[in-house]
Each structure stands twice: as structure tokens, then as C-alpha cells.
């Protein structure tokens, strides 16, 4: 498949929204923690292959990035990871792997617009989970917090492959969050969403408008969303994206260059030269 080459001018738009720059690149847990803001959502550990902004794109400040064959011994890649650990203990932003399983980090201001898509209600989890994410759940929601392996023993999936098919499934589900973890021995400490974002995840969103603000989040990021290119940064369904994407239009926010392919207004009337 072949990719369209984006204008210089929305590649510009990306090395500075998605600190794709030197002198802008993500050093701290603050300086990450800003950077979520400024996008609105960000994946964790993908390089110029995957569409979307990047912690580890913003922590290399380069705009073509490869992640390396043995990320062990690469420096890069052990900032993101630390910094990743950092801004998930802060709490100041949601991180857990969401749709399609990918590690992902939300601000604040969206995250009870992802909640619309993806989080379950109360009263319809017996019908939508797993049993065994009903178990997991029911555990965390008596303890607030277990390390894996009291999680393990405490909602008595003792099997490693289903009980990390269960959390994956609430994680997606917004359901359950990595909030802090131990290195030695390494361990993930578990609890609810809810407990963390009680505020966020509370406030009701109807489901077009979320659609419409990941949209948004997305394009003021990127500049320019290609064909199918908000679907594979966000985990929309290409059906939703687009529904997304046309409010936007329809507001004056955004503007169609083709089918499937819009850009944001501001930098379309600049370019066009109608705007000052």
C-alpha cells in the first residue's frame, strides 16, 4: 500500500505539535505530561510506522523514527519507559492499553470521551465482560489495589494466559488501570479507573460528541487526517472516525480535500492565502 506524501507544511504542524523537533523533545515526566495535553491521546511506544502522536517519537524529538531491533540497550527506549512508569504513578493523565490492545495515555479533558465508545455501564457489565473480568472486577472493587499476584490468587484465575486476557479485556472496557508498578520483583499494581478519574469517568458524554472531540483532538494534533488515519490513531472504527471528522466539517473546523482526507481549517486558509 502506498502513502500519500503529506505537504511540508502539515509536516511542520507535526513536528511541533507531536514534538518531532530537538529543542522540543519530552525529557521529564512534566514535559510528557504536557505533551498529552497538547494531543489529546498518545500512544506509548511506536515509531513513524504507526499513525498518531508517540511518547517515544517526542522523547527522540526526530521526526523518522525506527524503534531499534534490541530495545534494551537503547537509550531512547528507557526514557520512554521511564517516563511512561512516571506519568502513570503522577496520575495526571489516563494510561492503560485500550482499543486494540495498545498502550495509549488520554488527557484529562477526553477521557470521558473515550469512556463514551468503550466504557461499559454498571448495569450492563454481567452482559458485556468476560466472567472472568467480572471476577477481576469484583476483586478490585472490594481491595481498590492488588499487586499481579495477589490478583491473580484473590479472583482465582491462577492461568497466566486468561487472567492477562481479562485484564486486557478491562483495560479496554475502561475498567481497570496500571497505577504504579515494582521492579524487583516486577509487578504492576492494579486498580479501578473510577477510583483514579472518579470526576471524568462520572460526567456523561453522549456518544457523537465524543466521536467529534477524538476527531478534533486528532486533526489539531496532525493537521491533516489521510484515509483511515484517525481510525488507526485512536482505535475508532473507520465508520466512527469519519462521522467524527464530518461534524468537524460541518462546523467550519475542518475542511474535506478528498474523500477521506481532511485538513484542519486554520491551516487550509493559510495556505490558500484567505487568511492572514
Known sequence: MTIPTLPERIE?????????????????????????????????????????????????????????????????????WYLKDEVMRRGRVYYAKLAGGRSMFVAPRLISHFAAVWMPRHKDEAGLLSEAAQRILKVLRREHELGTADLRAESGITERAPFNRALDELQRQMKVIPQDVIYRPFSYIW???????????????????????????YLAGAGMSLLGETARASGLSRVDAGLGNHQLVDEGYAMRVTRGVYELGSLKKYADGTAA
Open 191 to 217: 486498580g479501578l479507573a473510577e477510583d483514579r478519574f472518579p470526576e471524568e469517568l462520572r460526567k456523561r458524554v453522549a456518544r457523537k460528541t465524543a466521536l467529534r472531540e477524538i476527531a478534533r483532538a
Open 12 to 80: 511542520f504542524h507535526r513536528d511541533r505539535m507531536w514534538r518531532r523537533e530537538e529543542e522540543l523533545r519530552v525529557e521529564s515526566a512534566l514535559d510528557a505530561e504536557r505533551f498529552i495535553e497538547d494531543v489529546g491521546f498518545a500512544n506509548t511506544l511506536t515509531d513513524a510506522r504507526r499513525a498518531g502522536p508517540s511518547l517515544y517519537i517526542a522523547v527522540c524529538g526526530r521526526r523518522d523514527v525506527s524503534l531499534p531491533r534490541h530495545v534494551q540497550k537503547d537509550e531512547e527506549t528507557r526514557l520512554t
